[in-house]
């Protein structure tokens, strides 16, 4: 294609993309559900409902973190059990407080030395989706196959 064709063809389509903007828009906020049939916006109607919708959301807001003062109230009481683990890294001066039992920090993260792949397969025989392999007594060092006729032989 030579260059005049090209430059031309892209003119034209900008003509075109330029008429069908007003047409295209006004279908595409019909469809979107902006405005209704007669050309009228519905956008009033939407901000009424989502002003709605966030009063709601922060009252159930309110009410949860009511919710939880209570609780944390009712239970100060009990005490904390867990033993824990400062250790500061030399490189963030970040204090890392680790869980003994659990081995995480405050952050949910494992330390570098272990092994999470590990502690994944702990996790998944304590809930008994896998069953622990069960270790062959003495040493089997070579394969013995049916066929075979070892015990004449010894």
Not at 28 to 52: C, N, P, R, Y
Not at 62 to 87: H, Q
Request: include cysteine; glycine fraction near 4%.
């Amino acid at each position: 294609m030579t260059a005049r064709s090209k430059s031309r063809r892209d003119k034209n389509n900008r003509i075109r993309r330029a008429k069908n903007k007003q047409r295209e828009l006004k279908k595409l906020k019909k469809t979107l559900g902006l405005i209704d049939e007669d050309g009228m916006e519905i956008l009033k109607k939407v901000e009424d409902i989502t002003e709605q919708q966030k009063k709601k959301e922060e009252e159930e807001k309110i009410k949860r973190e009511a919710m939880e003062d209570i609780i944390r109230e009712e239970t100060k009481d009990l005490v904390d059990t867990e033993e824990y683990v400062e250790i500061k890294n030399q490189e963030s001066q970040v204090v890392h407080k680790y869980n003994a039992k659990t081995k995480r920090d405050q952050f949910g993260q494992y330390p570098v030395w272990y092994n999470a792949k590990k502690e994944r397969r702990k996790q998944q025989i304590k809930e008994g989706k896998i069953k622990k392999k069960r270790k062959i007594p003495g040493r089997r060092n070579h394969f013995i196959d049916e066929t075979c006729n070892w015990k004449n032989i010894v």
